[in-house]
C-alpha cells in the first residue's frame, strides 16, 4: 500500500483473517499521519456497513489509544467522523441505485483513499467510479491514490480482475495492482485463530474450502 506506483490492492482470502480490522487500521493510520484528508469506506449494504464494519472501526481506535471527544468527533447523523488534525473519515453504502446507475453520488466529494469492504459484494462499476474520486490533497503529502479491497474466494469479479483465471491460474497483474491472499491461519491472534478454525470446520464441503482454506478454486455442486 505504500508503494507510490501501487493504486488498488486487494486482500483477502478465507474467513478469519483480519481483513476488515486490515482496512479500518489502515484508514486511521492515513487520517492521522495526514492531517486534513478525507477517507471513505464503503460496503454494498447500509446495514452490514454499520453492523459490522463501523463497529470494527471504533474497535481499531480503541486498540489503537483514541479516544472519543479528545481524538475525533463521530457525527451519527451524517456517517462521517472528523479528527483533530481536520481528517475526515466518512462511512458510505454502495449499493446499486437505478435513478444513479454510474455512481454520481460519489461524485460530490473528493476522497484521499478507500477502503471497500466485502468488495465481491459491491458492484465492479461502483468501484471503478470510487477509484476515479481519489486526488484529494496528493500533492500536499506527497502521496498517491490508495483503494484497498477485502473478501472472500468465490466466483466473482474480484477473482477475475485480481486473482485467477477461468483455467485455474493466477493471473498476471498490471503494476497498478497487486494481491495479498492470505487466511486465518494467518490472523496473529492465536485464541481468534483456533476458534474460528474449529467453527468454519463445521461448514459444508464448498463452504469450508473456500472460508478455512481460501481456496479459489472451489465451487458450489448443482444439489447445493
Not at 59 to 66: C, T
Not at 157 to 179: S, T
Request: contains cysteine; negative net charge; hydrophobic residues 30%.
Amino acid at each position: 500500500l505504500d508503494n507510490p506506483d501501487v493504486i488498488a490492492v486487494f486482500a483477502g482470502g478465507g474467513a478469519g483473517g483480519g481483513k476488515s480490522w486490515l482496512g479500518c487500521l489502515r484508514q486511521i493510520y492515513r487520517r492521522t499521519t495526514f492531517a486534513g484528508t478525507r477517507g471513505f469506506i464503503g460496503r454494498e449494504s447500509f446495514t452490514a456497513l454499520l453492523d459490522s464494519t463501523l463497529k470494527t472501526y471504533f474497535e481499531v481506535l480503541d486498540a489503537s489509544g483514541y479516544v472519543a471527544g479528545q481524538h475525533y468527533d463521530y457525527n451519527a447523523q451524517t456517517h462521517s467522523l472528523t479528527f483533530k488534525n481536520g481528517s475526515e473519515q466518512h462511512f458510505r453504502h454502495m449499493a446499486y441505485q437505478p435513478r444513479d446507475p454510474d455512481y454520481n453520488r460519489f461524485g460530490s466529494t473528493e476522497y484521499t483513499d478507500a477502503f471497500v469492504d466485502e468488495a465481491p459484494e459491491v458492484a465492479r462499476r461502483a468501484c471503478q467510479v470510487l477509484m476515479s474520486r481519489l486526488r484529494y490533497r496528493h500533492a500536499e503529502h506527497g502521496i498517491t491514490p490508495e483503494l484497498l479491497l477485502t473478501g472472500n474466494p468465490g466466483q466473482h469479479w474480484i477473482k477475475d480482475d485480481y486473482v485467477m483465471d477461468g483455467q485455474g491460474n493466477f493471473i498476471d497483474l498490471p503494476a497498478h495492482m497487486r494481491r495479498v491472499l492470505f487466511t486465518v491461519e494467518d490472523n496473529p491472534d492465536d485464541a481468534i485463530r483456533e476458534q474460528y478454525k474449529r467453527t468454519l470446520g463445521y461448514l459444508d464441503e464448498y463452504d469450508r474450502s473456500r472460508l478455512l482454506y481460501g481456496d479459489w478454486t472451489s465451487k458450489p455442486k448443482a444439489e447445493r
